[in-house]
């Protein structure tokens, strides 16, 4: 058997990626969506430190702590902004934001 | 192949599929902390100990319990207004995404590029990246603790209850009151000198 | 381990300035102006950080350092402090349009997510390097996702900041992973070694990927169609001067780093985009990206009947111009990619501010600007200002712009015959465009006013309102002021 080697771990990388996509798109709730934006950023993250590994450099690693605390502050507006909407409207789906297409 | 590999990226990818097809809100959230923890794992596997422990603290910690707030926040008959059946935009979702997946996979197999592979990680400790953040990276940081206070502000102004402008005129009739009733106390205090 | 902190901080001296305004302003509303007015409140704010930013660029104006932070996280020179003005500038045009309007009760909140978000786009100016990058674009980001949703009355703001946030955090995760792949191919975080590393090897598909994916993050940021979708609810949601300021400075710092990411980053990787022989690169990504942004900005703009949502597909459309002048990929067209983003700015950022005057007497629909003429006779010139120049007539800066962007493509098209068809397509839809321009003007000039009460407009907002007319105007008879600066600093740099 081969040694597991940056390939195995970017095509995990890049399957984790494309399943973000697919619930960003195809989901209808709010959360759900949001969770797959951030499943999208771990995925970049996977293979940024698959990268710094095997590169040998630290620079990647460096990059995803700075990726993980914007994405912990992203949490913080994200939310916010889902319960203030849920606030307005009784609803966490993308089908009712629809007010102003006229 | 290692064995431990293979069960932690099997484990990861099938929760992410788990978490992108379930339809109860909770159980989509439990199996992203799953997906969450088999990543910081793989960080682990990958000499990367401290961005995996961050990983571990700030996603399975922090987001995880902030999302599953959300959920119980936000929550009503939600379950049966996802309805599941075979809609343009899964359509248009399905093939967007094998696209992607198709272009990306076959990139990685036919790459030519990619940099000789180091046997050695890199050395890494806690020490070295907090050298590395405060001389080099010291702006970055800077910018990330503007960010941090952008967010933090910005969330609190989002979530926090306005009053609706028929609440204020009621304060302020509340507020009048007193002066309202004034009067009467006058009249009942004539009224006990009397 | 020796790291000279003193020449890295006077370096970022206008940031500093610009970040210690922002807290200020915060500072100044809790202590001083919780109990006055809205209105004066706001115009003391507003004064605040017009002082700060003038202060910010006076010194870059005096000091002419230049500066290279280690692996290119922050770089100063001409060129970078030319565009770090112009976005300050902006910045201070936004905050007086924010006077007309009363949106919030939290100023103190308001003005300094403004001035952070100014300060994101000044690290984003400077940056040459991934992770810089990254970093300031998502500070800039997250600021504006908050601004938009900073109307809490209105059930727009929260689905326009929630829309926003969505498809910009898609844009994140598109840029991060695009990203992060090319870092992994070269090994590199900064854009000079990259484009090293890269040198002939830039047909692998693995590239190629990174590169594609990299190119739709930021189409999504500077809403180039078919990633546009979010910008016109966006615009329509926010509130008017968080509009402008989207549509202003946001763009401008937009399109300079992509220009630096596509320049710089990936140098000869070209490609051409001629249809006959194509080469992979990013020339004919971004030429497919200009020309969808051209045909469906300008023809969705059409039949709109919010002004708001027109300026915005109206933005989609200018984007696509701006496109143009990237896809040129030589200094000329870097220049003309300047004047045009930054004269398209100050023109977008008038008009919103008419439209926030406007808005306070009923609503954006295009038919509360009927008979404004009457009603608000200079207002009414300086919009017809703005809208002749956004449709590209002859004596206004908008018509430089254009004609700028359309002749550096040309020239290069000389050599390849590669981009002259992309150039006839965009002179045709600006020609579509100018029908939907005098449908404005024909409400403001022509059509009779049902509400004939005189608009009253403060002062500050109405002396910025006329100042980037008459900006417009001489900017466009005496293109040189402009365009001598930005040659000026491209030679230096």
Redo the contacts between chains.
């Keep these: 058997?081969?040694?597991?080697?940056?390939?195995?771990?970017?095509?995990?990388s890049?399957?984790?990626?494309?399943?973000?996509?697919?619930?960003?798109?195809?989901?209808?709730?709010?959360?759900?969506?949001?969770?797959?934006?951030?499943?999208?950023?771990?995925?970049?993250?996977?293979?940024?430190?698959?990268?710094?590994?095997?590169?040998?450099?630290?620079?990647?690693?460096?990059?995803?702590?700075?990726?993980?605390?914007?994405?912990?502050?992203?949490?913080?507006?994200?939310?916010?902004?889902?319960?203030?909407?849920?606030?307005?409207?009784?609803?966490?789906?993308v089908e009712d934001?629809t007010?102003?297409k006229? | 192949m290692d064995l431990a590999f293979i069960i932690i990226a099997v484990l990861t990818l099938a929760s992410a599929v788990a978490a992108m097809s379930l339809r109860n809100l909770v159980h989509c959230a439990l199996c992203m902390v799953m997906t969450f923890a088999g990543i910081a794992l793989t960080f682990l596997q990958l000499n990367a100990e401290f961005v995996g422990l961050a990983q571990l603290l700030v996603y399975v910690g922090a987001v995880a319990i902030l999302i599953v707030f959300a959920i119980l926040l936000t929550r009503s008959e939600d379950a049966k207004k996802e309805v599941r059946f075979v809609s343009s935009s899964t359509v248009v979702g399905f093939g967007v995404v094998a696209l992607v997946a198709v272009s990306l996979l076959a990139a990685i197999q036919h790459t030519q590029i990619l940099p000789p592979q180091s046997v050695v990680a890199p050395h890494v400790s806690v020490k070295r990246i907090g050298e590395q953040l405060m001389t080099n990276y010291v702006l970055p940081l800077e910018v990330i603790g503007l960010l941090l206070t952008a967010a933090m502000i910005g969330a609190v102004v989002i979530a926090m209850r306005e009053p609706d402008p028929a609440d204020s005129v009621d304060v302020q009739q509340r507020n009048g009151s007193p002066l309202k009733l004034d009067p009467d106390s006058k009249k009942t205090a004539v009224v006990a000198n009397e | 381990m020796n790291f000279d902190y003193a020449q890295l901080f006077s370096a970022a001296i206008p940031e500093t300035v610009v970040v210690i305004t922002a807290f200020l302003a915060l500072l100044v509303d809790f202590i001083f102006l919780r109990n006055l007015p809205a209105r004066t409140r706001t115009s003391l704010l507003a004064t605040v950080t017009a002082v700060g930013c003038l202060s910010a660029i006076a010194w870059m104006g005096v000091s002419h350092s230049t500066y290279r932070l280690d692996d290119a996280i922050f770089v100063v020179n001409p060129m970078t402090q030319l565009v770090k003005q112009i976005i300050l500038a902006l910045t201070i045009f936004t905050a007086f349009i924010s006077v007309q309007t009363n949106f919030t009760r939290h100023l103190g909140e308001y003005f300094i997510l403004l001035l952070l978000a100014s300060a994101g786009m000044m690290f984003l100016v400077s940056a040459e390097n991934i992770l810089a990058i990254f970093l300031a674009l998502e500070l800039l980001s997250l600021s504006l996702y908050v601004l938009t949703a900073f109307n809490k009355q209105s059930v727009f703001s929260a689905e326009a900041a929630l829309k926003y946030f969505l498809f910009g955090g898609m844009s994140a995760a598109f840029t991060l992973f695009g990203l992060s792949l090319i870092y992994g191919v070269t090994g590199e975080m900064n854009l000079t070694a990259i484009a090293a590393k890269l040198a002939g090897k830039t047909t692998d598909p693995l590239f190629y990927v990174a590169l594609v994916m990299t190119v739709i993050g930021f189409g999504f940021k500077v809403a180039a169609a078919p990633f546009h979708m979010w910008a016109p609810d966006a615009y329509q949601g926010s509130p008017t001067p968080v509009t402008s300021f989207i549509a202003a400075g946001s763009k401008v710092a937009s399109f300079f780093i992509l220009a630096k990411i596509l320049f710089t980053g990936f140098a000869g990787a070209e490609g051409d985009a001629g249809w006959h022989h194509y080469i992979s690169g990013w020339t004919p990504v971004l030429a497919i990206l200009a020309a969808l942004s051209v045909i469906i900005g300008n023809l969705a703009a059409i039949s709109q009947k919010s002004v708001k949502r027109l300026l915005a597909y109206s933005a989609i459309a200018h984007g696509g111009y701006a496109l143009l002048g990237i896809l040129t990929a030589d200094q000329k067209g870097f220049a003309s990619l300047i004047y045009y983003v930054t004269t398209y700015a100050l023109t977008v950022i008038g008009a919103f501010g008419v439209v926030a005057v406007v808005e306070n007497y009923g609503g954006d629909k295009l038919s509360d600007f009927a008979g404004l003429s009457r009603r608000a006779p200079i207002l009414s010139a300086c919009m017809m200002v703005f809208m002749l120049s956004l449709a590209g007539i002859p004596p206004l800066a908008g018509f430089f712009g254009k004609f700028y962007v359309f002749t550096s493509a040309i020239q290069l098209g000389a050599k390849s015959l590669g981009l002259l068809w992309l150039v006839i397509l965009a002179i045709a839809m600006s020609a579509v465009s100018l029908y939907y321009y005098l449908q404005v003007l024909k409400q403001i000039y022509v059509v009779d006013a049902s509400d004939k009460t005189t608009v009253s407009v403060a002062l500050p907002t109405q002396f910025v309102i006329v100042a980037l007319a008459i900006a417009v105007v001489v900017l466009g008879c005496v293109p040189n002021l402009l365009v001598g600066k930005i040659l000026a600093a491209l030679s230096l740099g």
């Design positions: 058997m081969k040694p597991v080697g940056l390939e195995h771990y970017l095509v995990v890049g399957l984790l990626f494309c399943l973000g996509l697919w619930g960003v798109i195809v989901r209808r709730n709010l959360l759900i969506i949001y969770m797959s934006l951030e499943l999208m950023l771990n995925a970049a993250n996977l293979a940024l430190v698959a990268f710094s590994r095997f590169n040998n450099k630290l620079d990647g690693q460096v990059m995803v702590f700075f990726v993980i605390t914007v994405a912990a502050a992203e949490v913080a507006v994200g939310l916010a902004l889902i319960v203030a909407l849920y606030r307005k409207k009784q609803s966490a789906h934001l007010t102003m006229s």
